[in-house]
């Protein structure tokens, strides 16, 4: 239940600190006092969007905050956002600047608005005038209908099915539409695959082939430069270079003792001979390895001639390119194997998703056809106990396709007469929609468990007698839970154990708890208007009893 409510800034509220009772509460004021500005605060503290044309005048922000009393079941959501469960006691705030930004606290701990919205639809449900709208609602209708059977899980898991069935056919149809442009190109990318698997490219080959092509080319001509120099460092007829090197050594190692300086160049003849006669032997083996085969030459050059014409065809302009162009058709036809495979898996989750989903519609379909009996009895039931004696009520359960909340669809019929019923969006007039929902609420409170519930003038359109009756069925609401009602109906306002007036004030709006003597005024003002009579007091206080 909302103990109290904090409110600082907000548009004609200066600073507002209200004590909340448990039961029924009553809040009345005249027209235009503020009553809807305190529902919109308190809407602001639930989640709802926050506006800086909202704060004050002058003032730098506003602050709504709110102490409840939280019902057990909302332990695990704090739990898991890592706020402080404090036994159940929530202090509530929410903070808004004058940019339009806002701060939100539970227990002190900063939360998201998405937090705030999920923890106060399990606190309060503010039935506001508008809202009576959406008793022509479809959605509203079936969730009615599915808080009673008691299948509300059930069709949260519908929906998380459906999503998934969704999900899965998303995905489902991305990998067709992939698979056959895959599949338009197969042909073509295995050809190109096989093309450039078969010419069994590796890295680095072109430039060996370059070097060897220029070698086969000018083979004869290398080898008439080696056979030269061969012959000048051994020549047929004279001294070679070595045998004279060896010479002059024997000269110079003959003058060493004579001549200062000839050891060092007997030693240098004898290392210039030992690298000339390496050189020598270097310049015979690399001659005997140069291939004068035109055979090889036209192997090198036709390897060359595939590799440059591959190089042409994929627009690639090395063998490393080409390697990664094979890697990639390659992967291609990999995709065209991996999408079927994924294709086939996925036709197996959907078959289950649907399947999971239409069971859990048929779960839901026979939970709701088993409660709307009851449910239209109840709310006839109502009705005719706020005097629409001939009422009839009923709600059916009409097959439609599968969707997100099962396979029905939902509808409230209405007849005030007690002829047969039609759809209640096309029969009932303000007054009928007021009981209506009034009967709704009083049946569903029992079923949700929801601590509080602010009705805003349900009672528009309902005076007299029938109006002391919504007045009894509103006080016995209080017996179970927290109900606060904002009216203009004396029968209404009478039933309250506690009374709240909205008062304005030049352009500040307060509220306060209305002593009993308060109270006489302020039910004989609703009863005889500004100008309290003697008799209004009287009937006041009768109906104060």
Known sequence: MLRSLHIENYVLIDSLDISLPEGLGIITGQTGAGKSILLGALSLLMGGKGDAALISAGAQNCIVEGEFSAPEAIRPILEEAEVEWDGGNLLVRRVLNASGRSRSFINDSPVNVQLLQEISAQLVDVHSQHQSLQLADRR?????????????????????????VQSISRELDAVREK????????????????????????DGELEELDAEQKQLANAESIKESFAAASALLEPEEGMSVESALKEAERLMTKLTGLVPGCSDLAERLHSSRIEIADIAETVVEMDSRVNLS??????????????????????????????????????ALFDSDALEGRLSELGKQLDAARKAHLALCEKIHAARSKAAPGLAAGIQESLRFLELDRAVFAVDVVSADPSATGSDSVVFRFSATGASPVDVAKCASGGEISRIMLSLKALMARYTGMPTMIFDEIDTGVSGSA???MGQMICRMGENMQVLAITHLPQVAAKGSAHFVVEKSGDVSTMHLLTPEERVKEIARLLSGEHITPEAIANAKSLLG
């Not at 299948?151 to 459906?162: G, H, I, P, T, Y």
């Not at 056959?180 to 990318?189: H, L, M």
């Not at 090889?296 to 490393?320: P, W």
């Open 467 to 469: 109006a002391d009756k």
């Open 294 to 331: 035109q055979e090889r030459l036209e192997q090198v050059e036709e390897r060359m001639g595939l590799l440059y014409d591959l190089m042409r065809k994929h627009g690639c302009a090395s063998v490393a390119e080409l390697i990664a162009a094979r890697e990639r058709y390659s992967e």
């Open 179 to 202: 698979l056959s442009r895959v599949q338009a190109d197969r042909d073509y990318n295995a050809a190109r695959f096989k093309q450039l698997d078969e010419a069994r490219l590796r």
């Open 140 to 164: 509203f209708q079936m969730s009615v209908l599915d808080h009673y059977a008691g299948c509300a899980a059930d069709v949260e898991a519908c929906r998380s099915r459906w999503n998934e």
